[in-house]
């Protein structure tokens, strides 16, 4: 599965209105996967999850953070994700049904800060981009 | 969800607690919330539903083509805007979205609710019923750009859980 040329004009454009939200977007992001997918805390007992954490508004950047280097690299998401696959691999080891999660309420949480932008388009190609990142953050489990 | 109930069945009978509540819930039941049944029906009441079941199925059909091939009497389905134009599509998002409504009323039995139309799905219409996931996404994610920020964290979950749980009634028949 690999970008259309179009596809890839969607994604760009819509990061750079991203961009200027990371941290609030990564923090929205965390709190409805947490709310809908209540086992996904089970990766974080050491993390205070409540409304308003330092803790999560750090991580929810962090995650969005790593989606814009895909973005940047992403003609090849591949090399810009390598340390982060490794990563997830070998010392995280999230199950792959949590990036299924997480993308679910990324795009969720697109939708309701860029109504007018997340278009079925825009949808369609945002879904496959977070798939592509999945799949390339799980290619080293085994 | 907090377990109120004691721990053994001789603390049930010296405690206050009412005996039948140490029997075991049937388990085909999903339960709701008081909470979360009043942020259903809250957003419910603003939802158009030709508008958003229209448009959940379109996109159902957009970002996940392989769907396509349960709509072939539909037409014209060779691009977005095609899709979205679709009366077919539209009438169908509608009814599908209509039957969802049916659910927010019956959210205490939504196994009994969809047994005819599980059988339906399985029986005659032979859909995956991974489909009913996808489907159940695509609503909120319609939802989401309707709403916007008036769609928090704590309104998708019990969405989310009536989405899942109409999906799993729908799937409860197959054989």
Known sequence: ????????????????????????????????LFSCYPQAKTYFPH??????????????????AAVGDAVK?????????????????YVLRVDPVNFKFLSHCLLVTLASHFPADFTADAHAAWDKFLSIVSSVLTEKYR | ?????????????????????????????????????????????KVNVEVVGSESLARL??????????FDSFGNLYSESAIMGNPKVKAHGRKVLNSFGNATKHMDDLKGTF?????????????????????????????????????????QAAWQKLTNAVANALAHKYH
């Not at chain 2, 799905?121 to 319609?142: S, Y």
């Open chain 2, 1 to 45: 969800m907090r377990n109120k109930r004691p721990r053994s069945e001789a603390a049930a009978r010296t405690c206050f607690w009412p005996i039948r509540l140490t029997s075991k819930l049937p388990d085909t039941m999903v339960h709701f919330t008081t909470e979360e049944k009043a942020a259903v029906a809250s957003l419910w009441a």
């Open chain 1, 73 to 89: 690299s992403i003609d090849n998401v591949a090399s810009a994700l390598s340390k982060l696959s490794e990563l997830h691999a």
């Open chain 2, 61 to 70: 059909l957009i970002v996940y083509p392989w769907t396509q091939r349960l």
């Open chain 2, 115 to 155: 047994t005819d139309l599980s059988e339906l799905h399985c029986d005659k219409l032979h859909v995956d019923p991974e489909n009913f996931r996808l489907l159940g996404n695509m609503i909120l994610i319609v939802l989401a750009t309707h709403f916007s920020k008036e769609f928090t964290p704590q309104i």
């Open chain 1, 1 to 32: 599965m690999s970008l259309t040329r179009a596809e890839r004009t969607i994604i760009v454009s819509m990061w750079s209105k991203i961009s200027t939200q990371t941290d609030a977007i990564g923090t929205e992001t965390l709190e409805r």
């Open chain 1, 47 to 64: 993390f205070d999850l409540h409304t308003g954490s330092a803790q999560l508004r750090a991580h929810g950047s962090k995650v969005v």
